[in-house]
């Protein structure tokens, strides 16, 4: 049976280099095993301390990763937005998640198993090689919010939190200021006031719940500008 082009599931897919250029049964075994996971927009997708059942990637909707402490005090690292993997590093270490997953708005997730990651992993020269970039993204934006968090104003961590670095798929970001701080690393005040000063300068737009990035360019020229 050939698969169907409009299952959200193979286009997804179809969308990677890695996965196209398998055999046709290679690939149809692959969508025949990945799983799916649904979550309504503030509910726990993954939970930290858990077993990892595989790689994972949002189908549709976006997830924050946190760490959640028994003090209330939350470090929320990244943003995952529809289209991109993340949890590599879990599943080739085979170690529980280190963190929890939380939907921002309703979400579908695709878990791709641990025995074809691995499977993958040691036979496809196109998924080594996607890997290798997925991660070399991943190091360059833990490096950028150490950067940014040490020597950057408030302003440029937004700019930071903003760019195309951690968001390449979409320009209309659906986050509360609360969320957009949390990534950033400041107060929900020190955002608001960054987030102002930004919209004055004409590089985003802001409505209720929605930061709309106006200027990219912009924005990678204030990420360029020295610490003062």
């Not at 990945?34 to 979550?39: E, G, I, P, S, W």
């Not at 595989?54 to 990244?78: D, H, K, P, Q």
């Not at 025995?115 to 290798?132: E, K, R, Y």
Request: net charge neutral; charged share 20%; aromatic share 6%.
């Amino acid at each position: 049976m050939f698969p169907n082009a409009t299952d959200p599931i193979h286009r997804f897919l179809m969308v990677h280099p890695w996965f196209a250029e398998l055999p046709l049964p290679r690939r149809q075994d692959i969508e025949q095993q990945v799983l799916t996971v649904q979550a309504r927009k503030g509910e726990v997708v993954l939970q930290a301390n858990e077993p990892v059942l595989g790689w994972y990637a949002v189908l549709s909707g976006l997830v924050t990763i946190e760490r959640r402490s028994g003090t209330g005090r939350n470090a929320t690292y990244l943003g995952v937005s529809a289209g991109e993997w993340f949890g590599e590093g879990s599943t080739l270490k085979d170690e529980p998640r280190r963190y929890d997953v939380i939907a921002l708005r309703d979400t579908e997730l695709l878990c791709l198993p641990n025995a074809i990651f691995h499977a993958l992993h040691a036979s496809s020269m196109g998924f080594n090689q996607f890997l290798v970039a997925h991660l070399n993204q991943r190091l360059g934006q833990a490096m950028a919010i150490i950067d940014a968090g040490r020597t950057r104003s408030p302003e440029q961590r937004i700019a930071l939190s903003l760019s195309r670095l951690f968001w390449s798929r979409t320009r209309q970001l659906d986050l509360s200021q609360d969320e957009l701080a949390s990534l950033a690393g400041m107060s929900r005040q020190t955002a608001n006031r960054a987030l102002n000063t930004l919209q004055q300068q004409g590089l985003i737009s802001l409505s209720m719940n929605r930061i709309t990035v106006l200027d990219d360019t912009g924005l990678s020229r204030l990420l360029l500008t020295p610490p003062a």
